[in-house]
């Protein structure tokens, strides 16, 4: 019975410890993430004209770190595209106008934009633009001119 106790133990032991381990590499691909965001929205703020633009971030807790590094990497596909279509100064005039990017994690299949290549939901709302980034594809393929035409498209 002590052998079965302590057994009994030790597993819940090792099950605690494990989803605090998890918890751990969720914070910090959260914190990443959060960092991305802030970043390239100080850099789509000079690119853009924009002293305004805020930005945040949700992250559901349903996914996982290796899902929030894939949605930090589809961000960062996303900004550079923001930064590459405020390039044109029609583009950038329309831009300069958003005031908030409200950044969320979607693992929904939908595809949108101006390329079939885009995995992910924009959708500008008044003064601020949705950006659902994908949590298990890329979001633009790794390219920054798709990125930059599905923004572009919302205009």
């Given at each position: 019975m002590?052998k079965?106790?302590?057994?009994l133990?030790?597993a819940f032991?090792?099950?605690?410890?494990?989803?605090?381990?998890?918890?751990?590499?969720e914070k910090k691909?959260?914190?990443?993430?959060?960092?991305?965001?802030q970043?390239q929205?100080?850099?789509?703020?000079v690119?853009?004209?924009?002293?305004?633009?805020?930005s945040?971030?949700e992250?559901d807790?349903?996914?996982?770190?290796?899902?929030i590094?894939?949605?930090?990497?589809?961000a960062k596909d996303?900004?550079?595209g923001l930064?590459?279509?405020?390039?044109?100064?029609d583009y950038?005039?329309?831009?300069s106008?958003i005031?908030?990017?409200?950044v969320?994690l979607?693992d929904?299949t939908?595809?949108t934009?101006?390329?079939?290549?885009?995995?992910g939901?924009?959708t500008?709302?008044?003064?601020?633009l949705l950006?659902?980034v994908?949590v298990?594809?890329?979001?633009?393929n790794?390219?920054?001119?798709?990125?930059?035409n599905?923004v572009?498209?919302l205009f």
């Amino acid at each position: 019975m002590k052998k079965i106790n302590s057994l009994l133990i030790s597993a819940f032991l090792v099950v605690i410890s494990t989803q605090s381990i998890a918890g751990v590499k969720e914070k910090k691909a959260i914190r990443a993430l959060n960092a991305t965001v802030q970043t390239q929205t100080e850099a789509a703020k000079v690119a853009c004209g924009n002293a305004a633009l805020t930005s945040e971030v949700e992250v559901d807790a349903k996914f996982t770190p290796h899902n929030i590094k894939i949605a930090d990497s589809n961000a960062k596909d996303f900004f550079e595209g923001l930064i590459d279509a405020c390039k044109d100064a029609d583009y950038k005039e329309e831009i300069s106008k958003i005031t908030q990017l409200q950044v969320s994690l979607s693992d929904a299949t939908k595809k949108t934009g101006t390329s079939t290549k885009i995995h992910g939901e924009l959708t500008l709302e008044g003064t601020s633009l949705l950006v659902k980034v994908h949590v298990k594809y890329s979001f633009s393929n790794g390219s920054s001119s798709t990125a930059s035409n599905a923004v572009k498209g919302l205009f």
